[in-house]
C-alpha cells in the first residue's frame, strides 16, 4: 500500500502540532504524560516567584509552580494564590508549609515543603500553609542596617570636626601657626649652632677639663684614704652630740626661756605703768616736778650768783653795810 503525500504531510503537521502543544505545557509546568495531582497556597506576596519554578523536598524536585494569581479575600485584602503540580509519587503530610526560598545567590527562586507532624496526607486540591523567607536583599540590608547607622553617626561626627576645624583654621590662625613653625625651626637652629659652640668649646678647653677630672680623681682618691679619720671625726661629732644631749644644756636653757618669760612679764607691767618703776616711767607728774625743781634751782643759783651777800655774811673789817635794805 502507498502512502499518498498529502497523508504524509498531514501526519507531520499534526505530530508538530502536538509537540508544539507539549512544549508549551511542559514549559509552563504541565507534564501531560506523567501522574500528577494539584497543591494550592496562598501567599501575602510572592517575591519574585514564578510560573514554572520548583517545588522541591529536601533538595530534590517534585513539581513545580503550575500557575500563579491574584486574589481577593472576603474582606476585600489581596494575596497571591499559587498552584502547584506534583509529577513526583509523594505522600504530603497535612498542615505542611510551602516555604517561598531563594535557591542560589542570584536570586532564583523556589518553594520548599517542610513536613508536619501530621498522620494524615494532602489530596489533589488541597491547601498548604504559605510562608515566605526573607529575601537576600533584606537580610543584606538588617545587617547593613546598623552599619548604615554608625557609618552616618561617623560622617556626622567628621563633619562637626571639619566644621570646627575649619572655625579654628582661619587665616590668623593659619599665620600664627606658621610663625610658630618659624620660631621652632629658628630655635632648633639655635639650639643646633649652640650644639657647634658646645663642641668647640670642648675640643679648646679638653686639656683643662683633663686636669679637673684628674683632680677630682685624686680628690676622691684622699677621700677613700682617709675613710678612717673622716669616720673617726663622725664619731667625734656624733659623741659631742650626744654629750650635748646629756649635759645640763636643756636645763639651761629651760631657766633662760623662764628668765625671758618673767622679763617680759616685768617689761609687760612697767608698759601698763604697774608698781613703782611703771608708775615713774609713765606717770608725767614726776618729770614736771623735777623740771620745776631744776627750774628753782637755776633761779637760786643764780640769785646767789648776783647777790652772794644776802646768803654768806661775813665782812674782812668787821662792818656791817646797815643801809641796804633787809630782805
Not at 510572592?46 to 513545580?64: H, S, V
Amino acid at each position: 500500500m502507498q502512502i499518498s503525500k498529502e497523508l504524509k504531510i498531514g501526519v507531520v503537521v499534526t505530530a508538530s502540532i502536538g509537540f508544539f502543544i507539549w512544549g508549551i505545557n511542559f514549559l509552563k509546568g504541565r507534564d501531560l504524560f506523567s501522574h500528577k495531582y494539584e497543591l494550592y497556597a496562598v501567599y501575602p506576596k510572592i517575591d519574585g516567584l514564578i510560573e514554572a519554578n520548583p517545588l522541591l523536598i529536601n533538595g530534590f524536585k517534585i513539581g513545580q509552580i503550575n500557575k500563579i494569581s491574584l486574589i481577593q479575600d472576603k474582606k476585600g485584602q489581596y494575596g497571591v494564590l499559587v498552584k502547584f503540580l506534583i509529577t513526583e509519587d509523594v505522600q504530603i503530610p497535612k498542615k505542611s508549609i510551602a516555604k517561598a526560598i531563594s535557591s542560589d545567590l542570584l536570586g532564583s527562586k523556589a518553594v520548599e515543603i517542610i513536613y508536619s507532624k501530621e498522620t494524615e496526607f494532602v489530596k489533589s486540591g488541597d491547601t498548604l500553609i504559605a510562608e515566605t523567607e526573607e529575601g537576600l536583599k533584606t537580610s543584606v540590608s538588617k545587617q547593613l542596617a546598623p552599619l548604615q547607622q554608625k557609618i552616618e553617626g561617623l560622617l556626622s561626627s567628621v563633619d562637626s570636626v571639619m566644621t570646627v576645624v575649619q572655625v579654628v583654621l582661619n587665616d590668623k590662625t593659619r599665620d600664627n601657626l606658621h610663625k610658630s613653625f618659624e620660631s621652632i625651626k629658628k630655635a632648633i637652629q639655635s639650639l643646633e649652632q649652640t650644639a657647634y659652640k658646645m663642641d668647640d668649646l670642648m675640643a679648646s678647653e679638653k686639656n683643662k677639663i683633663s686636669s679637673i677630672l684628674t683632680k677630682f680623681n685624686s680628690l676622691a682618691g684622699m677621700l677613700e684614704k682617709n675613710t678612717g679619720k673622716i669616720d673617726h671625726i663622725i664619731g667625734n661629732f656624733s659623741n659631742l652630740t650626744d654629750s650635748l644631749s646629756k649635759s645640763e644644756l636643756k636645763s639651761a636653757i629651760s631657766e633662760a626661756d623662764k628668765t625671758l618669760s618673767e622679763l617680759n612679764k616685768l617689761m609687760t607691767q612697767i608698759n601698763a605703768g604697774q608698781g613703782t618703776f611703771g608708775k615713774l616711767i609713765k606717770n608725767d607728774s614726776l618729770y614736771n616736778n623735777l623740771n620745776q625743781s631744776t627750774e628753782d634751782l637755776d633761779k637760786l643759783l643764780n640769785d646767789l650768783r648776783i647777790n652772794p651777800e644776802r646768803y654768806i655774811h661775813f665782812s674782812v673789817f668787821g662792818r656791817k653795810d646797815k643801809n641796804k635794805p633787809k630782805l
